[in-house]
């Protein structure tokens, strides 16, 4: 393909991709597939551990999503849309298994955030956190994501890395905004709680 000609389809809205491929065009989904595929590894990296497994749901995700593009009503965005097909496929996956998809002791709410839409750790209070924010933040915090369970996994990475808002969040996985809010502080101070215990611990 020339560059002009994927350049040009880059620029294409989400009905006329849709358009070209129902009508035929399936060289265009390789371009709905370039346009999401970020998207699509974060929650299937972020859900599913087995490297083999991701690569099959990968798939199995775009199967599902070129063979339902006609059912597409285009009340969300096209990567939205293809989110939560992901994040279905994902938790599917996960029931068959038997692998909890939220690790948690629930019981009363938390205190109120007051600050929940601060930078993750950014408020840091004491030399413990201080010294933490100093040291590869972001490869210390890549590793320490991955002891969450795989919904705090997900939520954290969708509202940090991909920074889609709540209402794309809430689409993608079915959560009520309220739920998203609290499940991400959760997932905030859960992530931040065993960061410091890790780091204290080690006297750093």
């Given at each position: 393909?020339?560059?002009?000609d994927?350049?040009?389809?880059?620029?294409?809205?989400?009905?006329?991709l849709?358009?070209?491929?129902?009508?035929?065009?399936?060289?265009?989904?390789?371009?709905?597939i370039?346009?999401?595929?970020?998207l699509?590894?974060?929650?299937?990296?972020k859900?599913?551990?087995?490297?083999?497994?991701r690569?099959?749901?990968?798939?199995?995700?775009?199967l599902?999503?070129?063979?339902?593009?006609g059912?597409?009503?285009?009340k969300a965005?096209?990567?939205?849309?293809?989110?939560?097909?992901?994040?279905?496929?994902?938790l599917?996956?996960?029931?068959?298994?038997?692998?909890?998809?939220?690790?948690?002791a629930?019981?009363?709410?938390?205190?109120?955030?007051?600050?929940?839409?601060?930078e993750l750790?950014?408020?840091?209070?004491?030399q413990?956190e201080?010294?933490?924010?100093?040291k590869?933040?972001?490869?210390?915090?890549?590793?320490a994501?991955?002891?969450?369970?795989?919904?705090y996994?997900?939520?954290?990475?969708?509202?940090?890395?991909e920074?889609?808002?709540?209402?794309?969040?809430?689409?993608?996985?079915?959560?009520?905004?309220?739920?998203?809010?609290?499940?991400?502080?959760?997932?905030?101070?859960?992530?931040?709680?065993?960061?410091l215990?890790?780091?204290?611990k080690?006297?750093?």
């Amino acid at each position: 393909m020339h560059i002009l000609d994927f350049m040009t389809q880059e620029k294409l809205t989400d009905q006329e991709l849709v358009k070209k491929v129902l009508e035929g065009d399936t060289q265009i989904f390789q371009t709905i597939i370039a346009n999401t595929q970020g998207l699509v590894v974060s929650i299937v990296y972020k859900m599913i551990k087995n490297p083999e497994d991701r690569k099959d749901l990968m798939q199995e995700v775009y199967l599902k999503v070129y063979g339902k593009l006609g059912s597409f009503k285009f009340k969300a965005k096209l990567s939205t849309w293809i989110g939560t097909i992901t994040y279905n496929t994902c938790l599917n996956y996960l029931e068959k298994k038997k692998i909890p998809i939220l690790q948690v002791a629930e019981g009363k709410e938390r205190e109120a955030w007051d600050s929940i839409e601060s930078e993750l750790l950014a408020n840091a209070n004491n030399q413990t956190e201080v010294e933490l924010l100093k040291k590869e933040r972001v490869q210390i915090l890549s590793v320490a994501i991955e002891t969450l369970s795989p919904l705090y996994q997900t939520i954290i990475t969708l509202y940090h890395q991909e920074e889609l808002s709540y209402k794309e969040i809430g689409t993608i996985t079915g959560l009520a905004e309220g739920t998203l809010k609290s499940y991400l502080y959760r997932a905030r101070k859960q992530l931040k709680d065993n960061l410091l215990a890790k780091y204290k611990k080690e006297d750093l």
